[in-house]
């Protein structure tokens, strides 16, 4: 499997790359490195598999790739609720709601969990 | 008529999965779809990350009952993968086996909802009896019917004999009658053919750039299948994905009509064709570095990755089930369709909550 590192801003040509190519986004996988996230972008690229990587910062912003594959859309909210990663500019952004309900833990993927007191059960 | 919206699910009598779709109609018309899903998520990837890795073959097995042995095998894989462990041949045959019995029970299970959505209850409880035979199988070749348990790193840890073997062709002789006389109602039959051709249709186009797998994908013409990158012995057993290009619920219907005789074949040939020798390897140390796998399930692609850091925990697992990206492709194929029509529409995906919110 090829993995390529690429910049936040270089994120969406990369995509759009990859997608002129008829490749298809398989899905993303956010990793929490206590410093900043690594989010992975698996695209499916006949026959194989392609990496995008992208480091961000825990106080950035990165910016949604659904605009560009709108099946990103479930994948990013997710990634959104379960690392408190701040994706922009979701096409169909639920809010912190697509998976965890108002009871759930904030964040629960992340190896440290702040303590923001903002309800939720640990 | 003005525009209203109502809430379909997460319980209805067609669909035992708790989704709900907020749809907007008018006139009868669906106009607009949004999915509310999160009923059941269960925090498996967070449990997974405390279990230590060699335990999470059970974890994982318990995303899904229907394709519980494909999990678990996806899963081993997965670390396989990143110790460079060398499955046995015996275990990959073995692993052919059980996958393809999965999808069998699977398929005719899901023929069966198709059938009980119209009003079919004998045509229902026929698939379902069929059903009934492999699941005896499952039983008899690893002590389960539901959760197998049998798929361990490094191989598997229950072996068919002869005896066995002999026993199992007997059982397919009787099952194959069965499945003959349920699937031609499936092709043929106008009630069925009324409510599922050109409902639902979905562009092949589309379908790629939506990110739809399995018979969502191969319903409209996309010929991808991960059984193709020749996983477990799939490479040696001469595989052909199963195609249809119309792209609507008659399509998805069809496909899984041609994979149930598909699967029984290569149940078949596997257990022609299972080599001698050992069915596992013994596995020592910790997964230290990262893998991607796909497997096919039942309901299209599985997708797992693992993150090991020399420890006996994993640093992240994730598990990206087929419904999770066919759900776009589901609310690509409900616009413009009747109301009458959803519950059949989004039973032809054959949607799985349990595996989408693990």
């Known amino acids: ?122 | 008529m003005p525009r209203m919206t109502f809430p379909f699910g997460p319980q209805h009598p067609v669909l035992p999965e708790a989704i709900q779709l907020k749809l907007t109609v008018e006139d009868e018309r669906v106009v607009e779809v949004l999915p509310a899903i999160g009923y059941m998520h269960r925090g498996i990837e967070k449990a997974a990350e405390k279990n230590p890795y060699i335990n999470n073959v059970f974890l994982c097995e318990r995303i899904c009952g229907i394709c519980s042995f494909i999990h678990g095998m996806a899963y081993c894989q997965t670390i396989e993968e990143i110790m460079e462990v060398k499955v046995p041949p015996r275990a990959e045959y073995l692993r052919v086996i059980w996958s393809e019995l999965s999808r069998l029970h699977s398929h005719l299970l899901w023929l069966g909802l198709l059938a009980d959505s119209f009003g079919f209850e004998s045509l229902f409880m026929q698939c379902w009896r069929a059903r009934e035979i492999v699941l005896d199988m499952l039983e008899m070749t690893t002590g389960q019917r539901v959760i197998q348990s049998t798929c361990v790193i490094g191989g598997v840890r229950r072996d068919i004999d002869a005896e066995q073997a002999a026993r199992m062709r007997e059982m397919l002789k009787t099952l194959k009658p069965q499945i003959d006389a349920v699937i031609p109602v499936f092709k043929h039959d106008y009630t069925i053919k009324s409510r599922t051709v050109g409902r639902g249709v979905l562009p092949k186009d589309q379908a790629w750039k939506l990110g739809a797998v399995g018979p969502t994908l191969r319903g409209s013409g996309g010929a991808w299948d991960a059984r193709l990158t020749g996983y477990a012995a799939y490479g040696e057993l001469g595989f052909e994905p199963m195609v249809e290009t119309d792209g609507d619920s008659y399509a998805r219907t069809q496909v899984r009509v041609r994979e149930t005789y598909q699967a029984y074949e290569l149940v078949l040939k596997a257990l022609d064709r299972l080599p001698e020798g050992e069915t596992k390897v013994k596995v020592k140390g910790f997964p230290n570095g990262e893998a991607a796998i796909r497997v096919e399930q039942p309901r299209g692609e599985l997708f797992y990755y693992a993150l090991g850091d020399g420890t006996s925990h994993l640093e992240r697992l994730k598990v990206r089930t087929p419904t999770f990206v066919n759900i776009p492709a589901l609310l690509t194929m409900l616009p413009g369709c009747e109301i009458a029509d959803v519950p059949v529409i989004v039973l032809s995906i054959d949607p799985c909550m349990s595996c989408t919110e693990r």
């Open chain 1, 1 to 122: 499997m090829e993995t390529i590192s690429v910049g936040k801003g270089e994120l969406g040509l990369a995509v759009q790359r990859l997608l002129d190519e008829n490749s298809r986004l398989v899905t993303a996988v956010c990793l929490d490195q206590e410093e900043h996230f690594v989010v992975k972008y698996f695209f499916h690229k006949e026959p194989d598999l392609v990496c995008l990587a992208v480091k961000v910062g825990k106080d950035e912003e990165l910016p949604s790739i659904s605009g560009l594959h709108l099946n990103a859309a479930l994948i990013e909210n997710e990634m959104k609720e379960f690392f408190g990663i701040n994706i922009t500019g979701i096409a169909l952004d639920f809010g912190g709601r697509l998976l965890l309900s108002e009871e759930s833990p904030r964040a629960p993927l992340l190896k440290k969990r702040p303590e923001t007191g903002d309800g939720g059960i640990d």
